[in-house]
């Protein structure tokens, strides 16, 4: 008489079962994959029955399921269990039911239930995949559905979008007249408000590949009052995106910050930031690697970028992270990808600032000579008491190459950071309504909106069509004040380009012999 197991024992088989299903799921995850499926869910434990794979978005759940588990050809199975058979029917038949009354629920509920039994995963694969493929209806394939959070007027989209690999399908911006510029250029208004529970519902019923988020800097920046998360309007901002990212699981998510936020409250910020992408939701980023503890080991100064090194004379250092999502790839192939962030770009739009400033601009962009002699005497006070300050003539004759400063979306500051030396015939002496002294006779002006527009790589570059035309513009009513807002608030285009092109490697890396 064969011996009786002990509880411990049955455990242990059990698990071994289990276990075997999850391969099944993992072995159709990855064909997913190689055919360039990413907009699924493992395991949703908010749909009912917590099927294997969902997508969400078209409402399709599938189950994959073992053949002794689930009792496949049941009638001959139950004949060939030999051992402990009263435990092994009862348990194996309660499964059944079980199947059935979570198939039924969801159909009620409005889903398409698919069921595959493990022999079929295992030996006919492509089969198992027509079928899902005929419920999807289409072959996925690049481009990729990005969503655009805190959009400003679209320069991570349009960065995106460049590589020819992306497409967006929904984005989110609260500021209205960014808003405007933003549906000016791409056509849908981004009117939305990311932390909103109505907003995030429709995210989660939206299918998406990529959140790209450029979430905001104020409560970060050298320029704001560094409140960072305690700032509850724009600080927690942060937390609704980690949280959409929990809810929705997409392949991969490129954030963008300033520079600042690495060491923002001696780093805390910063590791915050890490350990909720990292350890909360479990995302393989880029440039971070983990102790034998499980902690998070990185160096903040490898998530920093400066435009300057991507094409464009403007010294602009940001924060980038980048993340893929560890419940789709395996631990060894997301180990074999890149341990850093591109560094720089081969193309350069510019050599030097001098190649894309303006001639003959209008006399307004002159600076009064009264307000301009006030930041003369300003600066000097500040260099006699060993501090630096804001003004500074980028393109003095002196410079062999000059390259602006960090455009800033600060209005004045942004400006005087950045003035220009242009002399120009009659302008010297010049009155100009709203100014309360005469144009200045040094031949210093500011930076025009399009020179801004040109180191953001939106003018002459980012909205160019295959003949040379320039499509970009802003809304004819739009004031100068908030073009140069705008602009700063903005992304260098061609960073942004290069980190996508980086991602689409990364991607090619993890679908290829998946």
């Not at 724009?234 to 690495?262: S, W």
């Not at 040094?442 to 930076?447: A, D, L, N, Q, V």
Request: aromatic share 10%; with cysteine; glycine share 8%.
């Amino acid at each position: 008489m064969a011996r009786q197991k002990t509880k411990e024992e049955i455990k242990c088989n059990m698990s071994r079962v289990r276990n075997k299903d999850t391969a099944l799921e993992s072995m159709l995850c990855a064909e997913l994959i190689r055919y360039g499926i990413t907009t699924f869910k493992r395991n949703d434990k908010s749909v009912f029955g917590k099927p294997d794979i969902t997508f969400p978005a078209r409402k399709i759940a599938v189950f994959c399921d073992g053949d002794f588990w689930h009792g496949y050809n049941w009638e001959c199975a139950r004949e060939e269990i030999k051992s402990n058979q009263e435990f092994w029917i009862t348990k194996i038949e309660r499964n059944m039911k079980r199947d059935n009354d979570v198939t039924e629920r969801l159909w009620q509920e409005g889903w398409v239930v698919l069921r595959f039994w493990g022999h079929e995963i295992k030996k006919e694969l492509d089969y198992c995949m027509s079928v899902i493929l005929d419920e999807l209806h289409e072959l996925p394939v690049a481009p990729y559905k990005t969503i655009d959070l805190c959009a400003g007027i679209g320069g991570i989209r349009r960065g995106f979008e460049l590589t020819g690999k992306f497409t967006n399908v929904l984005s989110a911006e609260i500021d209205k007249c960014a808003c405007k510029t933003y549906e000016h250029l791409f056509g849908d208004n981004p009117q939305n408000d990311l932390t909103s529970e109505e907003f995030k519902t429709l995210i989660e019923q939206t299918e998406y590949d990529i959140l790209l988020a450029g979430f905001p800097c104020q409560t970060f920046s050298r320029v704001g009052l560094q409140e960072g998360f305690e700032n509850e309007e724009k600080g927690k901002i942060f937390f609704h995106i980690a949280d959409i990212i929990e809810k929705t699981r997409p392949i991969t998510f490129f954030l963008e910050n300033v520079d600042r936020i690495v060491t923002h409250n001696k780093g805390e910020t910063f590791k915050k930031i890490i350990e909720t992408l990292n350890i909360r939701l479990g995302y393989h980023i880029i440039g971070v690697e983990l102790s034998e503890e499980g902690e998070p080991l990185y160096k903040p100064k490898d998530f920093v970028r400066n435009s300057r090194d991507f094409g464009v004379p403007q010294n602009r250092p940001r924060t980038y992270l980048i993340g893929f999502d560890t419940e789709r790839f395996s631990k060894e192939r997301l180990l074999g990808l890149p341990k850093e962030l591109p560094k720089s770009r081969k193309k350069q739009l510019y050599d030097n600032l001098n190649d894309l400033l303006e001639h003959n601009v209008d006399a307004k962009y002159y600076m009064a000579s009264g307000y301009l002699d006030t930041l003369i005497r300003h600066r000097a006070r500040q260099e006699d008491k060993g501090y630096g300050f804001g003004y500074r003539i980028v393109n003095e004759p002196n410079v062999e190459k000059p390259i602006a400063n960090t455009l800033l979306a600060t209005g004045g500051s942004g400006r005087e950071r950045n003035l220009i030396f242009d002399p120009q015939e009659g302008i010297a002496g010049m009155e100009i309504k709203g100014k309360k002294t005469p144009l200045n006779n040094k031949g210093i002006r500011i930076m025009t909106p399009t020179e801004w527009g040109k180191l953001q790589g939106f003018v002459n570059y980012a909205f160019m069509d295959g003949n040379g035309n320039d499509s970009f513009s802003f809304p004819e009513d739009l004031p100068d004040l908030q073009k140069y807002k705008q602009l700063g608030n903005s992304v260098t285009i061609p960073v942004i380009e290069e980190m996508a092109l980086f991602i689409l490697e990364c991607i090619d890396m993890l679908m290829k012999n998946n």
